[in-house]
């Protein structure tokens, strides 16, 4: 079910939005259909927070997006999984008839995401994103959310067991693509952080 509030976060209403919403519904398991969700409300709320200016759709799509290409459909065996779920969210917007332009930034969004820290005034969807992701996936910088947004986020959006599930597609794409940013972070320690996760903790 689209949610279109949680804790005075609103997401966006808009037909691409809701078929955003729909595509990752259809093709992702609840665990990583409910972590898209959230990793939109974590990142419009950090926005809000702070006063971040950005394109709600824009962030909304490239959040509902971001690991689509993790689920089988989807999974590519040569590109690193934040590569080809660019491609796919480019493929999704040149059908909801978003100029070349906006197609080309929900790409790059997608794709920052495992990237190196970008700053809010350089591009503030990927820098609310990042932030997100990284919160709701390892836990990284929770203390910077209102706890009692988060409580209301974990109530409306469950976690559904996704820290296992997620471990599982992370380790999968580390062992098959030994290159990409995934495998760079579990050569890091990324599954302890993911196992960590005290949103885990939170939820019970």
Not at 58 to 80: E, G, I, N, W
Not at 168 to 195: C, F, N, V, Y
Request: hydrophobic share 50%; glycine share 8%; net charge negative.
């Amino acid at each position: 079910m689209f949610i279109a509030e949680v804790g005075g976060v609103e997401a966006p209403d808009t037909a691409t939005a809701r078929a955003a919403y729909g595509v990752c519904a259809e093709y992702a398991e609840i665990g990583l259909r409910n972590h898209s969700v959230r990793s939109y409300f974590w990142a419009a709320s950090v926005g809000a927070a702070r006063g971040i200016g950005f394109d709600a759709e824009l962030l909304y799509v490239a959040a509902l997006l971001h690991d689509l290409s993790l689920t089988a459909p989807f999974d590519s065996h040569t590109l690193a999984f934040e590569e080809a779920g660019a491609q796919l969210a480019r493929v999704f917007a040149a059908g909801a008839g978003w100029a070349e332009s906006r197609r080309d930034r929900l790409a790059e969004i997608i794709v920052l995401h495992m990237r190196d820290a970008v700053p809010a005034e350089v591009d503030p969807e990927s820098h609310l994103l990042q932030i997100a992701v990284g919160a709701d996936v390892s836990g990284r910088a929770l203390d910077s959310f209102d706890p009692d947004f988060a409580a209301a986020l974990l109530t409306a959006v469950p976690r559904a067991g996704f820290a296992p599930a997620f471990l599982h597609a992370a380790r999968d794409q580390a062992a098959r693509k030994p290159t990409s940013a995934a495998a760079e972070l579990m050569r890091s320690g990324w599954a302890e952080r993911i196992s960590g996760n005290p949103l885990d903790r939170l939820e019970r």
